[in-house]
C-alpha cells in the first residue's frame, strides 16, 4: 500500500555526521540515545526520532554508484519526523539544542556532513507488513538502507512523481523491506537547513541491512540509469541499540 500524503508527519529532518576523529563515536551515541534524544520530545510538533550508524559491513555493502558522493563519508544517520506546528517546532527543535549545550549537556560532537529538513512526498509498507504506511518508522526496525539523489532536471513533475511511485512499491517488495518513505527538498529555516537540492528515500528494514542492500540495489542501479542519477549517498545502517543491550 502507498501513500501519498501521510496524516500526521509532514516534515523530516535528517543530521549526517561523520565518525569522531578522536575515536569517541560510543561515547557519543551513548550520551544522544540517552539524553539528547529523549530532551527531543518535550517539543510539541516532534513525533520520532531514531539513530542509525554504519558498520564494517554496511560500509562494505554500499552502493557502488554512490561511491566519490558528497555524503560518502556519511556513518552516522539520526532521524526525526514533525508534524504540526511543524514551522514552531522546527525553531523549538533549534532552540532546544542550544539550551543543551548552555547546561553543558553537549559534550561531544561529531564532524556534520549535513543537517537539513525534507518534505515526505510518499510513503509505503511492504504488503505482508500489517501496519499502515505512515505507521512505518514507528515499528522497531533492525536498520534503514538511506538513499541520497539530486533532482532529475528536465523531467515534469506528475512524471517524476509517478516514478517515485513505482520505485517504492519496488522496494518494498524486496524481502527485508518493511516500508520505504520519500521526501523532497524542504525550505524552512534556509539558515539552519540546507538539503542541498537532494531527495532522500530511506527504507525501513527487518532483516540484517547489509544483507539487504543488494536486493535493494537490484532495484536501485536500473532506476539510476534510467533517469541519469549519480546518488551522492547509497547503503545500509544499522539502529543504534542502548549500551545495555
Not at 504488503?127 to 538513499?147: K, Q, T, W
Not at 532522500?200 to 539487504?212: F, G, K, N, S
Request: hydrophobic share 45%; with cysteine; aromatic share 8%.
Amino acid at each position: 500500500m502507498i501513500l501519498e500524503r501521510p496524516n500526521r508527519a509532514r516534515v523530516g529532518v535528517f543530521s549526517l555526521a561523520e565518525h569522531s576523529p578522536t575515536g569517541h563515536d560510543r561515547d557519543y551515541l551513548a550520551w544522544h540515545l540517552l539524553d539528547h534524544l529523549p530532551e527531543q520530545y518535550r517539543i510539541d510538533g516532534v513525533l520520532f526520532g531514531q539513530r542509525w550508524v554504519s558498520t564494517p559491513a554496511c560500509r562494505a555493502a554500499r552502493a557502488d554508484a554512490a561511491a566519490g558522493g558528497s555524503l560518502a563519508p556519511v556513518d552516522h544517520v539520526t532521524h526525526y519526523l514533525f508534524g504540526p506546528p511543524v514551522d514552531a517546532a522546527l525553531d523549538d527543535f533549534l532552540a532546544l539544542g542550544a539550551e543543551l549545550a548552555g547546561l553543558d549537556r553537549y559534550p561531544t560532537r561529531l564532524p556534520s556532513a549535513m543537517l537539513a529538513n525534507f518534505e515526505v512526498a510518499a510513503v509505503a509498507a511492504a504488503p505482508r507488513v500489517r501496519v499502515s504506511p505512515e505507521a512505518i518508522p514507528f515499528r522497531p526496525n533492525r536498520g534503514a538502507y538511506l538513499v541520497a539523489e539530486p533532482a532529475v532536471d528536465g523531467v515534469a513533475a506528475a512524471d517524476h512523481q509517478a516514478w517515485t511511485l513505482e520505485n517504492l512499491a519496488q522496494l518494498v517488495a524486496v524481502d527485508g523491506v518493511a516500508g520505504a518513505w520519500r521526501f523532497t527538498p524542504g525550505s524552512r529555516r534556509p539558515d539552519r537547513f540546507d538539503a542541498r537540492g537532494l531527495s532522500l528515500t530511506i527504507c525501513y528494514l527487518d532483516a540484517e541491512p547489509a544483507e539487504v542492500a543488494a536486493g535493494l540495489e537490484r532495484v536501485l542501479v536500473p532506476a539510476w540509469k534510467r533517469w541519469g542519477i549519480r546518488p551522492e549517498l547509497a547503503g545500509p545502517f544499522e539502529t543504534v541499540r542502548p549500551p545495555w543491550a
